[in-house]
């Protein structure tokens, strides 16, 4: 797939088939959408044209960045995650529009006329039911329909039946990975929920217990990390290796207080060296809770216990 960051840059094709939105989380109804596109894209046998925008566009309109609504903003998917994701439905060219505070206030028309006519040459547009774009979202399929022999495209609404029927929503999943539950957060993105980082150094004080962990810390401060608690996750190396493991999300109550959170992973028969390299881990179940325990001893045994449990998850048995 191309990843092209600037419409000045994008090659124009002149018969793209063509969908657009954040897509954030690219999760089962999303999936829908990107289905159709394939499938149009095949028939015609113009290439699949995906246009996203970088940043989130709540983080341009919304209210200032010290609100609490902004403050509580959180991202399923950074770029680098929702780009792969895309790949995998068979996007040919991903088209990257930054959003700022004057593409906001392009008009439904500037916005046709600029991006899917000039830039990306759109011989047709796949959208969702709901779909909208321009000033004050003032673009439509309605608009749209009536307009295409002027634009020269067609235009298909995936049914609102469609879309419905999986009853799935990004918000929906966010709220489902800030309480914990990631069964149905996986459920609705229809893949295991990613996390990636660079391990970096902490305490080091699992090395002394027995039970070494890589702390993981993310690099895009919007990446919405789950609920405070113990996990079984699948870890990617950046060598390609993937090793089922046991993660903790939290404060590590039982080591003192005021402790910063941190996310730790101990993978589970690896022997090596990870600091400085970027990990990935997806979430496959919650475990428990986070604990404090009466001293380091109750929380080895606890820790044997977490390991047994995720290998039943992630390997059964």
């Given at each position: 797939?191309?990843?092209?960051?600037?419409?000045?840059?994008?090659?124009?094709?002149?018969?793209?088939?063509?969908?657009?939105g954040t897509?954030?989380?690219?999760?089962?109804?999303?999936?829908?959408?990107?289905?159709?596109?394939?499938?149009?894209?095949?028939?015609?046998?113009?290439?699949?044209?995906?246009?996203?925008?970088?940043?989130?566009?709540?983080?341009?309109?919304?209210?200032?960045?010290?609100?609490?609504?902004?403050?509580?903003?959180?991202?399923?998917?950074?770029?680098?995650?929702?780009?792969?994701?895309?790949a995998e439905?068979?996007?040919?060219?991903?088209?990257?529009?930054?959003?700022?505070?004057?593409?906001?206030?392009?008009?439904?028309?500037?916005?046709?006329?600029?991006?899917?006519?000039?830039?990306?040459?759109?011989?047709?547009?796949?959208?969702?039911?709901?779909?909208?774009?321009?000033?004050?979202?003032?673009?439509?399929?309605?608009?749209?329909?009536?307009?295409?022999?002027?634009?020269?495209?067609?235009?298909?609404?995936?049914?609102?039946?469609?879309?419905?029927?999986?009853?799935?929503?990004?918000?929906?999943?966010?709220?489902?990975?800030?309480?914990?539950?990631?069964?149905?957060?996986?459920?609705?993105?229809?893949?295991?929920?990613?996390?990636?980082?660079?391990?970096?150094?902490?305490?080091?004080?699992?090395?002394?217990?027995?039970?070494?962990?890589?702390?993981?810390?993310?690099?895009?401060?919007?990446?919405?990390?789950?609920?405070?608690?113990?996990?079984?996750?699948?870890?990617?190396?950046?060598?390609?290796?993937?090793?089922?493991?046991?993660?903790?999300?939290?404060?590590?109550?039982?080591?003192?207080?005021?402790?910063?959170?941190?996310?730790?992973?101990?993978?589970?028969?690896?022997?090596?060296?990870?600091?400085?390299?970027?990990?990935?881990?997806?979430?496959?179940?919650?475990?428990?809770?986070?604990?404090?325990?009466?001293?380091?001893?109750?929380?080895?045994?606890?820790?044997?216990l977490d390991?047994?449990?995720?290998?039943?998850?992630?390997?059964?048995?």
């Amino acid at each position: 797939m191309h990843i092209i960051h600037a419409p000045a840059q994008f090659p124009h094709l002149g018969n793209a088939v063509v969908t657009s939105g954040t897509f954030d989380g690219v999760h089962i109804g999303h999936q829908q959408i990107l289905r159709r596109l394939r499938e149009v894209a095949e028939h015609s046998g113009g290439p699949a044209v995906v246009i996203t925008y970088w940043p989130h566009p709540r983080l341009v309109l919304g209210p200032p960045p010290s609100h609490p609504e902004m403050l509580a903003l959180r991202l399923l998917s950074t770029l680098e995650e929702r780009a792969a994701k895309l790949a995998e439905f068979g996007v040919d060219y991903l088209l990257v529009v930054p959003f700022t505070p004057e593409f906001a206030a392009w008009t439904s028309e500037e916005y046709i006329q600029n991006i899917l006519l000039r830039t990306v040459g759109t011989s047709k547009l796949v959208i969702g039911y709901d779909h909208r774009f321009g000033k004050n979202r003032e673009g439509g399929f309605d608009y749209l329909r009536q307009n295409a022999d002027r634009y020269g495209m067609s235009v298909e609404e995936i049914p609102r039946e469609d879309v419905d029927a999986v009853g799935v929503s990004s918000t929906r999943i966010r709220r489902a990975i800030e309480s914990g539950d990631i069964l149905t957060a996986n459920r609705y993105l229809g893949y295991s929920y990613p996390l990636t980082g660079t391990v970096v150094k902490g305490r080091q004080l699992g090395r002394t217990i027995g039970w070494p962990t890589a702390n993981i810390v993310c690099e895009e401060p919007l990446k919405l990390t789950p609920a405070r608690g113990v996990y079984a996750v699948m870890a990617t190396t950046a060598a390609g290796t993937h090793h089922p493991a046991m993660l903790n999300i939290g404060v590590r109550p039982t080591i003192g207080g005021d402790l910063a959170q941190t996310v730790e992973a101990h993978l589970l028969d690896f022997d090596g060296d990870l600091y400085d390299q970027p990990l990935t881990v997806e979430f496959v179940a919650r475990l428990r809770d986070e604990q404090k325990f009466s001293g380091l001893d109750e929380l080895k045994a606890q820790l044997a216990l977490d390991a047994a449990d995720a290998r039943r998850h992630l390997i059964g048995g």
